[in-house]
């Protein structure tokens, strides 16, 4: 045990350490590392167990639901309880060390930390660890499987377990700062619905009118997925870092750069300093003309962004009233770095694009819509694209 938890005060924590529970309903949440939202729980009954420093509890959850395996006896929870407790500790002792823990630990993000035998999410599919929305916009709690810490071995092991626990709180992070995701788009956009605006009617919104405004394109047609699926089954940078996180589930990737690319684009709509910099990425992130905005991966292509838009002659009516536009995509190359004579060049701090953080992202996406969206739409750009896809 880390020297800075007493022998008494680690006491404190065991008494009554597994009486706290919860059930779980069957409601559907979300798909992938989603799991249920907090109005599917019941309140955890119990004062859970404080971590000096830290704001939030951990509470242990013996049993499980039927056909999630068995639960956890006493030693078992002693011995995951002990391990949390240790690794948060540790933690917030080296919390500089860990930048997504410091940031979600100093914005008050975690709500709770959850025990659990296992942790599954609505399909079904375990998972280490479950972040979840609760009813407090900007608050989650994280679900921990005491079946996969056994199963790894970190039980007794802080520090070992440290750094795997520190890599989710991106989960915590985005979870916390995103709303649920929209609902599924269908393959065929919703053009007719889609709430286009000019763009002086774009430049007059205010911040949160944008914002709301880009929602409600992205439950019409805006997508922030690759139609070509080149992430299935791929890794994941972590944030700032050219370390790969191997991905959990086919789409792990595909779900965490969905959520990022959603993220970015909201700063750009959102932040007056985009205004002024890259005013042609607000309009048109508004204005009907862009369709996708998504990570690939194409290791054929030294690129690492590229605006595609369909020639004059594929051009869409879209929109109330109707308005002729040419589908955009902005794609940015996961594994690329940026070259000395892309505009963002400086901003990248020489990582590869899937490293970048969000607000590194968001200018990124930013100013190759500025200095690409006009050039590209005069003549289009598609034939690269059909020479260039995945197979």
């Known amino acids: 045990m880390p020297r800075w938890i007493s022998s008494s005060l680690w006491a404190s924590f065991l008494m009554g350490a597994v009486t706290a529970c919860f059930t779980a309903d069957d409601s559907v949440a979300h798909a992938s590392h989603d799991g249920q939202s907090d109005a599917e729980f019941h309140d955890l009954s119990g004062s859970g167990y404080e971590i000096p420093g830290l704001s939030f509890r951990v509470f242990v959850d013996r049993e499980v639901e039927e056909g999630m395996g068995g639960p956890l006896d006493q030693a078992q929870a002693d011995a995951a309880l002990r391990t ?152 994941y940078y972590e944030v700032g870092t050219t370390s790969l996180v191997p991905p959990s589930q086919p789409d792990s990737a595909t779900k965490f750069y969905e959520i990022r690319v959603r993220e970015a684009l909201q700063q750009i709509v959102r932040e007056p300093s985009f205004d002024e910099s ?74 590869p694009m899937g490293a970048l953080s969000i607000d590194q992202l968001a200018l990124v996406i930013a100013k190759e819509i500025q200095q690409s969206i006009m050039e590209k739409s005069q003549r289009g750009h598609v034939a690269q694209d059909a020479l260039t896809a995945p197979k």
Do not use: C
């Not at 407790?85 to 979600?104: C, G, N």
């Not at 296992?118 to 916009?137: D, I, Q």
């Not at 626990?165 to 991106?170: D, S, T, V």
């Open 278 to 351: 890259t005013p042609l990425a607000v309009t048109n992130l508004l204005n009907g003309n862009i369709w996708n905005v998504a990570f690939v991966k194409i290791e054929q292509r030294d690129w690492a962004t590229r605006t595609r838009v369909q020639p004059a002659d594929k051009a869409v009516m879209i929109g109330k009233p109707e308005r002729l536009i040419q589908p955009a995509a902005i794609l940015i190359n996961l594994h690329r770095v940026a070259a000395p004579d892309d505009p963002f060049y400086a901003d990248t701090k020489h990582l």
């Open 84 to 235: 949390v407790i240790e690794t948060f500790s540790h933690l917030y002792h080296y919390r500089h060390t860990y930048p997504l823990f410091d940031e979600a630990v100093s914005k008050g993000l975690l709500d709770r930390v959850i025990i659990r035998p296992s942790v599954r999410n609505h399909e079904g599919k375990s998972f280490p660890f479950l972040v979840v929305r609760t009813a407090n916009p900007g608050r989650v709690r994280l679900l921990i499987s005491a079946s996969s810490m056994r199963g790894g071995r970190y039980l007794g092991e802080a520090e070992r377990f440290a750094p795997v626990l520190a890599r989710e709180f991106q989960w915590v992070i985005s979870k916390a700062e995103t709303g649920p995701k929209p609902k599924a788009i269908s393959v065929e956009r919703d053009l007719r619905h889609a709430p286009i605006r000019t763009d002086k009617e774009v430049l007059a919104l205010s911040s949160g009118e944008r914002v709301q405004l880009l929602q409600e394109l992205f439950e019409t047609y805006l997508r922030a997925v690759d139609d070509q699926r080149s992430l299935d089954g791929q890794s």
